[in-house]
């Protein structure tokens, strides 16, 4: 059972576009949401996380949107770029340990 | 400065044999986590160490065991390799603090192939 759930699988992207992944999590416990990014061959990598005391974070050109009624939270990537182009990871963690819980990942591939 | 460390970072097993993957960060991090990273799944915890001298079972244990050696260590041991075990595996090392947490640094990972 898979406690963050992360849509699309994988989106395509015009050169300059706007790329928007979504996630979904079911614990209320949760209190930490950070996002990472994967290049080929690479570990995945920090990229921008969230608490639950703010709606929204942004950081250049990358915002996270935060509803936690909803329990839904989204990375949006404005004037995508080629070099974008990546995996991407969301996660949820909270509780002892700090244990991250992962999506399944998006493959964004962003169209020069 | 190195961050996260992992050896071997690829590795060809047959299938009953045993090994063990290292990984050491220089961080001064409290706690490290061992993931496996398979298509479609994301990436799964199957070990983790939230202080030196404690480990605990993720969501993935079943074949696997771990060693804390130290602050800086944190090894992970398949006793006998099945294919099913063929993935990407990641160390990874955060802070580790109650009251502040800034995530996860991850090591370049070891991709294992059992056959």
């Known amino acids: 059972q898979q406690q963050v759930k992360q849509s699309p699988q994988s989106l395509i992207v015009q050169k300059g576009g706007i790329s928007i992944i979504n996630c979904a999590y079911e614990?209320?416990?949760?209190?930490?949401f950070p996002w990472y990014q994967q290049f080929p061959g690479k570990g995945p990598a920090l990229l921008i996380a969230i608490r639950p005391d703010v709606s929204e974070k942004k950081e250049g050109r990358f915002t996270i949107s935060f509803n936690k009624s909803a329990k839904q939270f989204s990375l949006h990537i404005m004037d995508s770029q080629p070099g974008d182009s990546a995996t991407y990871f969301c996660?949820?963690?909270?509780?002892?340990?700090?244990?991250?819980?992962f999506g399944a990942g998006t493959i964004l591939r962003v169209k020069s | 400065n190195a961050g996260v460390t992992q050896t071997p970072k690829f590795q060809v097993l047959k299938t009953g044999q045993s090994m063990t993957l290292q990984c050491a960060q220089d961080m001064n991090h409290n706690s490290m986590y061992w993931y496996r990273q398979d298509p479609g799944m994301g990436l799964r915890l199957i070990y983790y160490s939230a202080s030196e001298g404690t480990t605990d079972k993720g969501e993935v244990p079943n074949g696997y065991n771990v060693s804390r050696l130290n602050k800086r260590e944190f090894s992970l041991r398949l006793e006998s390799a099945a294919p099913s075990q063929t993935s990407v595996y990641f160390c990874?090392?955060?802070?580790?603090?109650?009251?502040?947490?800034?995530?996860?640094?991850f090591g370049s990972g070891t991709r294992l192939t059992v056959v």
């Open positions: 996660a949820a963690a909270g509780g002892y340990g700090n244990k991250l819980v």
């Open positions: 990874a090392s955060s802070e580790g603090r109650a009251t502040i947490f800034y995530g996860y640094t």
């Open positions: 614990n209320t416990a949760f209190d930490y």
